[in-house]
């Protein structure tokens, strides 16, 4: 049980719109810590996508956005391509136990 | 440009305790703000993060596993070490290192992992 929640799975057609979302609590997310994301293709190891709740790190398309409210975040990806069919993970720090968390991973399915 | 990579054994029999070494190139251990932590990724499940080192030579461990790892740095050699003691079939996974920067570009972010280390432990 992962100690922020994501929908396991999420699909779009290609240049459609989709967004996972990302589920934590007062001691992380709601905590003020900041939520990173990560994409993972099938066989490699992760790679940053959005860090700091809504920034993107060089290289990365301007088709993905984070953003953060509450206890949650959000990943949405418009324009979807097949090369977007990934696994991806949302990440925060926990207070309480002094730990950095992941979420389960969510499977994007290009249709 | 900053590269990260895993070496250990494949192969870790129940019981006995797992080394693996993270090599990195393209920033020091020894500047400030700069981290460099350990990752794991069951077959077909999440990641799971597990430890931490600062370049103060800081740690923090995850709670469930604390009294299992061990975390050191070596910064002349550019490398870090994470040892895994009493190792069990569930502790099979691949295990990623990653950098991690508390300031600047892509502040509190793992940015760049290493290509992962896949260990199996059996008998």
């Known amino acids: 049980q992962s100690v922020l929640t994501q929908p396991p799975s999420v699909s779009g057609a290609p240049g459609q719109r989709v967004t996972i979302s990302c589920t934590g609590s007062s001691s992380n997310i709601g905590a003020g810590y900041d939520v990173h994301w990560y994409q993972q293709l099938p066989g490699t190891a992760p790679k940053l996508l959005i860090y700091g709740n809504t920034n993107r790190p060089s290289g990365v398309p301007d088709r993905f956005s984070g953003s953060k409210s509450g206890t949650s975040a959000s990943l949405a990806i418009t324009g979807l391509q097949a090369e977007d069919e990934a696994d991806y993970y949302c990440?925060?720090?926990?207070?309480?136990?002094?730990?950095?968390?992941f979420g389960g991973g969510t499977k994007l399915t290009v249709l | 440009q900053i590269t990260l990579k895993e070496s250990g054994p494949m192969l870790v029999q129940p019981t006995q305790t797992l080394t693996l070494t993270c090599t990195f190139s393209g920033f020091s251990l020894s500047t400030s703000g700069v981290t460099v932590g350990w990752i794991r990724q069951p077959p077909r499940k999440a990641l799971e993060w597990l430890a931490l080192?600062?370049?103060?030579?800081?740690?923090r461990y995850s709670p469930s596993l604390k009294s299992r790892l061990t975390i050191t740095k070596d910064s002349s050699k550019n490398q870090v070490v994470l040892t895994m003691t009493n190792m069990d079939p569930v502790d099979t996974a691949t295990y990623y290192c990653?950098?991690?920067?508390?300031?600047?570009?892509?502040?509190?972010?793992?940015?760049?992992w290493g290509q992962g280390t896949m260990v199996t432990v059996s008998s």
């Open positions: 990440q925060s720090h926990d207070g309480s136990l002094s730990r950095w968390v």
């Open positions: 990653a950098h991690r920067s508390t300031s600047g570009q892509n502040a509190n972010a793992f940015d760049i």
């Open positions: 080192i600062y370049w103060n030579d800081d740690k």
